[in-house]
């Protein structure tokens, strides 16, 4: 009980505290020509709203309030602009380093950045540079996502999924589809991030990553019952599984292992002065490097067999051309580059998944730099949001916006340009597209050659407004091919 009080007055000190820098920053506000909008309650801003609302209506509602084209808010802490709209998309994705550079919410600062908790401040960034996104450069320095090397690696996608459908799915009635996803995305990003011959000791942690999934966008609390609390926990034992698995790999390559996974490329490279990554450093990367690989891929299959399996027209369409690869090939070949090229109908299925529920809100830039958009003025300091959300659903660009219908993507049907950004654009557009591309077509291959399918409730709730996922687990009735 004294524990108790002594924590709620802590938490009235700060509270104190934070009203009275909320309102002396905000105090000198009044004369700048910011955008319109609401910074809404002082501390928490519009987080609630934020991240518990339905993100498109909180969009759209502040669209139609203060501005299609910007409004401002206080968002996970921020003083924050939403860009709307296919102009703000052009907007920022072709102004990154001019006027943005890369920003995390501090959930996922806390998260994936522990490592730098325990390290020494890093000198200070010039103004005039933008931060570095080390994670992304780390991607695509050697080239890992390019497709030439994804290519390569296609084939042990294929007989992954083939391996969990022979275990998981054939010989059920029914399955829960979305448990399944998750299970599947994580083994093939721990093969392709680790290379391990043992993705099950990672993969067994997927209830973790549940966890992490729902703190990268949430409220810094970090106490028992809270989203953060969870997620933090759930960091501390995969980062944990993850040393493990670093000082194996390393002693693998000291033995003369081959070295094609980025774990591997990450304990071997060096700095100009010859200094190699810290393990902790490693872990962390790995670990945003396993969500990100796994949650959005997951929601992404989950909702083409949700969606799908709501029309069996589409479906015809999806297996016939799935049958058509299917015909070409050898008995036991592999799926190669020029089979997910013929794929383009259920590629076309798959933008609409994507447009319906996005498995991916949007992002935060910060401004490196004062600059006006749509006629107002951004702060430096401040950060950018953007969100797939302003367009998505706007039946200017998508008539009957609620309507499932693949043939928007046909060639001829064009919609403008900066419309349609499931994966981002410009310098940082999503840097694992086309991993995500591959893993997805080959997990569609390989369902639905084998099977048909019916929801078992079609009416389940889908819930989490920030990572949408299937209430139950989206439960589903087979009848094998």
Partial sequence: MEAFFIVLALVAVALTVTLIVFASRHGKRSDENLPPGSFGWPIMGESVEFLFGKPDKFVFDRMAKYSPDIFKTRILGED???????????????????????????????????????????????????????????????GFLKPEALV???????????QQMQSEWEGKKEV?????????????????????????RIARLVDYFDDITLGLHSITFNFPGTIFYRANKAAAAIRKELRAVIKDKKVAISSGAPMRDILSHMIMASDPSGKHMPEAEIADKIM??????????????????KYVGERPDIYKKVLDEQMEVAASKKPGELLEWDDINKMKYSWNVLNEVMRLTPPLQGTFREALTDFTYAGYTIPKGWKVYWTVSTTNKNPEYFPEPEKFDPSRYEDGNAFPPFTFVPFGGGPRMCPGKEYARLAILAFVHN???????????????????????????????????
């Fill in 80 to 142: 924050t602009a939403v860009i709307c709209g296919p102009s703000g998309h052009k907007f920022l994705f072709t102004n990154e380093h001019t006027y943005f550079t890369a920003f995390r919410p501090h959930s996922m600062q806390m998260l994936f950045r522990s490592y730098k908790q325990a390290a020494p401040p890093p000198p200070p960034v010039p103004a005039a540079q933008p931060a570095k996104d080390e994670e992304a450069k780390i991607l695509r320095s050697p």
């Fill in 152 to 162: 390569r690696y296609l084939g042990k996608m294929d007989s992954i999924t083939q």
């Fill in 176 to 200: 829960r589809a979305y448990p399944l996803a998750k299970s599947l995305t994580l083994t093939l990003a721990c093969q392709f991030f680790l290379g391990t011959d043992e993705p099950e």
């Fill in 288 to 305: 945003g490097f396993l969500t990100a690989g796994y949650s959005t891929v997951a929601t992404a299959m989950a909702f083409f067999m």
């Fill in 447 to 481: 369902v639905v050659k084998r099977f048909k399918w019916e929801l078992v409730d079609p009416k389940e709730k889908i819930v989490g407004d920030m990572m949408p996922a299937p209430q139950k687990g989206l439960p589903v009735r087979l009848t094998p091919q």
